[in-house]
């Protein structure tokens, strides 16, 4: 059921022909965050992108600190996503990342509001080009300070205020770990708001082996006992001269 995937940022020195034969190999059959450009590369080789990247303007609109919790914002993103739904769309992707912002002084209940009146008037659009919208879970502990969907529970909030199966969630199973744990327990209770799952092992952000904090076999059966069967990405930092010795390893240990 489950599928698997692995990002192109943490392979970016490996050139992507090389990646999808590596991938192919392994049973890895999508990969996540192509740039538009880059994703008829990967389906020529036989895999998909399971997820394509957010595409800021000039002046960074669509980054991870630039998000849909301020409305000022929301012209620039209206835009960017009107470009990009399509466009992904005709290159057969079915999922595209967005972001809430930084906080900067916002509280939970306003960017809750503020996210989603930016987001609905896209998901129409998104259901007319069969795409759906992923807000990515963050840790605003070490990596991306004072991120607002730092929580499950906000962005399952922000989900159910939406109320379209166009808009979901992708559950960083590193960032949530430092976030909040009880990874299982909270895969159980929001699963039906989740859409994609990333990997990468805590602490450190790099594989997840016996040194690391995370049972990722566990966790994979519990995903699975929820009946999803979209990817899980791989999307730890490689630690050895060859990035893909432990590749094989994690697929294993996320197959369930």
Not at 173 to 189: A, K
């Amino acid at each position: 059921m489950i599928k698997h995937s692995v990002s192109r940022w943490c392979f970016g020195s490996t050139p992507l022909d090389e990646l999808c034969q590596k991938c192919l190999s392994m049973g890895i059959t999508g990969i996540d965050l192509l740039k538009l450009d880059e994703i008829p590369t990967a389906q020529s080789q036989g895999l998909e992108c399971s997820i394509t990247a957010a595409h800021p303007d000039e002046n960074d609109i669509g980054e991870i600190e630039k998000g849909f919790n301020k409305p000022s914002f929301h012209p620039a993103l209206h835009a960017i996503y009107r470009d990009l739904i399509p466009a992904a769309s005709a290159l057969g992707v079915k999922q595209v990342i967005c972001f809430s912002g930084n906080r900067e002084g916002i509280d939970d209940e306003q960017g809750l509001a503020h996210c989603a009146a930016g987001i609905a008037p896209l998901i129409p659009l998104a259901k007319q080009h069969g795409i759906t919208l992923v807000m990515e879970l963050l840790n605003s502990k070490i990596d991306h300070p004072d991120y607002q969907c730092d929580h499950t529970a906000w962005g399952a909030a922000l989900c159910q205020r939406i109320g379209s199966p166009h808009f979901k969630l992708l559950y960083d199973i590193y960032h949530m770990q430092i976030m909040e744990g009880d990874v299982i327990r909270t895969i159980q209770t929001y699963h039906q708001h989740i859409s994609h799952y990333h990997t990468a092992g805590v602490p450190g952000r790099h594989e997840f082996d016996e040194t690391q904090e995370l049972n990722y076999s566990a966790i994979a059966q519990a995903i699975k006992a929820t009946g999803f069967d979209g990817f899980i990405g791989q999307e730890y930092i490689p630690t050895s001269d060859d990035p893909f010795q432990f590749l094989a390893r994690a697929v294993k240990d996320c197959s369930a």
